[in-house]
């Protein structure tokens, strides 16, 4: 274990890096406008500062691992605390499974006058789940593709 967090430090400092930038510019500007539930703060914290265990098993996969569990947390969390009728656990989980799925809610008021405003929480799950969905439709695309793609790179660069 030790090892392989000796080969992935580099990784994971840069991660650790990433991080703290994006924290901070998301802070700077969505700190006026919307107020986040000091829970689901701690909850990505945590999620945040133990995900380097993830990239030292799996650096493949990493980024999908970090956005679908990022999608699932506040996705599940946001369904259930923030929803305007009280949902069971059940539901919860069925409207956070539905955001993979790319269904997509009412963005317009009925009139079409104007947005209605999500919470942030929601839209980090709405954009989480999205960008997983098409970054794996892309790699199964890639994944059935890979040797017509390749036979092509080697015609052009190989002259054969």
Do not use: C
Request: aromatic share 18%; hydrophobic share 55%; net charge positive.
């Amino acid at each position: 274990m030790r090892e392989r967090f000796l080969r992935n430090r580099k990784l994971i400092l840069k991660y650790y890096l990433g991080a703290g930038i994006g924290l901070f510019l998301f802070w700077w500007f969505a700190r006026t406008e919307m107020v986040v539930d000091p829970v689901i703060v701690v909850i990505l914290a945590v999620y945040l500062l133990v995900f380097p265990i993830i990239i030292d098993h799996t650096r493949k996969y990493s980024i999908h691992i970090f956005l679908f569990l990022l999608a699932f947390i506040t996705g599940f969390y946001s369904f259930y605390h923030y929803s305007l009728a009280e949902h069971s656990i059940l539901n919860a989980l069925y409207f956070t499974f539905q955001l993979y799925v790319l269904i997509v809610a009412d963005v317009f008021t009925a009139d079409g006058s104007t947005l209605l405003q999500y919470p942030l929480i929601v839209e980090i799950a709405r954009w989480s789940a999205a960008l997983y969905t098409i970054s794996t439709v892309f790699i199964a695309m890639y994944r059935m593709l890979e040797n017509s793609i390749l036979l092509i790179v080697y015609q052009l660069i190989g002259v054969h």
